[in-house]
């Protein structure tokens, strides 16, 4: 039987959102290092004053919804 099938929706919602959150911010971070001209760059474009706010939510929005799908996915539809 499959293991997530047991799990929660949220349990499975947040495991799933974390992973992704963590993958997409340092793989967008590093992204930015090397097309921006290093760390003062990236923190220009990501963590100045007027964007860093942005940035933050939007990682945020994007790994809810992709826990939330995710978890849907293999909670009510994989078999």
Same mark, same amino acid.
């Given at each position: /039987? %499959?293991?997530?099938? %047991? @799990?929660?929706? =949220? $349990? !499975?919602? *947040? &495991?799933?959102?974390?992973?992704?959150?963590?993958?997409?911010?340092? *793989? $967008?971070?590093?992204?930015?290092?090397?097309? %921006?001209?290093? *760390? @003062?760059?990236?923190?220009?474009?990501? #963590? @100045?004053?007027?964007?860093?706010?942005? #940035?933050? &939510?939007?990682q945020? !929005? /994007?790994?809810? =919804?992709?826990g939330?799908?995710?978890?849907?996915?293999?909670?009510?539809? $994989?078999?």
């Amino acid at each position: /039987m %499959n293991t997530y099938k %047991n @799990s929660s929706f =949220l $349990k !499975l919602t *947040i &495991r799933f959102g974390l992973v992704f959150l963590v993958v997409v911010t340092s *793989i $967008k971070i590093i992204f930015s290092i090397f097309t %921006n001209g290093g *760390i @003062s760059g990236m923190v220009a474009q990501y #963590f @100045s004053a007027s964007t860093w706010e942005q #940035f933050v &939510r939007m990682q945020l !929005l /994007m790994s809810a =919804l992709y826990g939330a799908l995710m978890a849907g996915y293999y909670k009510f539809i $994989k078999k």
